[in-house]
């Protein structure tokens, strides 16, 4: 996890572990079912890459506390939140120089990520975080290509096991079992590096 403390410009320890931490235990304390999803879940597990964001995820039923407990621990959100609607899908608050982004999610795979996120630690707190099968299903319904490499890293450099994560897609979404297997052999069998031009000849 210390690959996350570095400012990659300045090569000097952020405060990010340190609100990190501040984050996790607000909504412990305040019993908010949540996941660690995104890149830090990935650090949690063995695969780190740099980020500055602190991803978690929770249900609609729990979106008001979980902003209220972040909010209560010194993390302000970047736009008004309004109360008297349902809540939004994305939320990101701000404490110094370091984000918490809150995905709020009303489906699936985010209600079994929150419900079966395993007990891992996070910069040394014990917080619920997503299995590396977990963020493959995410990665899964992702457009973001940074996600379809963290895929790839999980499926090549990790042992997840891709096929609890077919067991789940056949039970809840079995159109996606295709999408699936062609991001593993894709994962497995990438392309070659195109050829190099010849060197100039020189005048």
């Known amino acids: 996890m210390e ?45 780190p890459r740099m980020t500055k964001d602190l991803d978690l995820v929770v249900t609609t039923d729990d979106a008001w506390e979980a902003l209220s407990s972040l909010e209560a621990a010194g ?13 939004e899908p994305m939320y990101v608050l701000t404490r110094g120089s370091s984000e918490v982004d809150l995905l709020v999610a ?8 929150v419900a079966e996120a395993s007990i891992t630690k996070v910069f040394g ?24 490499a963290d895929l790839a890293r999980i499926v090549v450099e990790a042992k997840a096991d891709l096929a609890e994560v077919e067991r789940y897609l056949a ?14 052999h894709f994962a497995r069998n ?3 590096a195109p050829a190099r031009p010849p060197a100039r000849k020189r005048s």
Not at 19 to 31: M, N
Not at 75 to 87: C, G, L, Q, T
Not at 106 to 113: H, I, K, L, M, R
Not at 171 to 184: A, F, I, K, Q, Y
């Open 171 to 184: 039970e809840v979404h079995p159109e996606m079992l295709s999408v699936l297997r062609e991001r593993v």
């Open 75 to 87: 993390f302000v959100s970047a736009a008004p939140i309004d109360r008297s609607d349902e809540p």
């Open 190 to 192: 990438p392309p070659p």
């Open 3 to 47: 690959i996350l403390e570095i400012d990659v410009v300045t090569g000097k320890k952020t405060t990010f572990a340190a609100d990190s931490r501040r984050a996790l235990r607000a909504l412990l304390k305040a019993e908010v079912p949540f996941a660690v999803i995104g890149a830090t879940a990935l650090a949690a597990r063995g695969l």
């Open 106 to 113: 009303s489906g699936e795979p985010e209600s079994t990520v």
């Open 125 to 148: 707190v014990d917080a619920p975080t997503a299995t590396l099968e977990h963020l493959v299903l995410m990665y899964l319904y992702s457009n973001q290509l940074r996600h379809h």
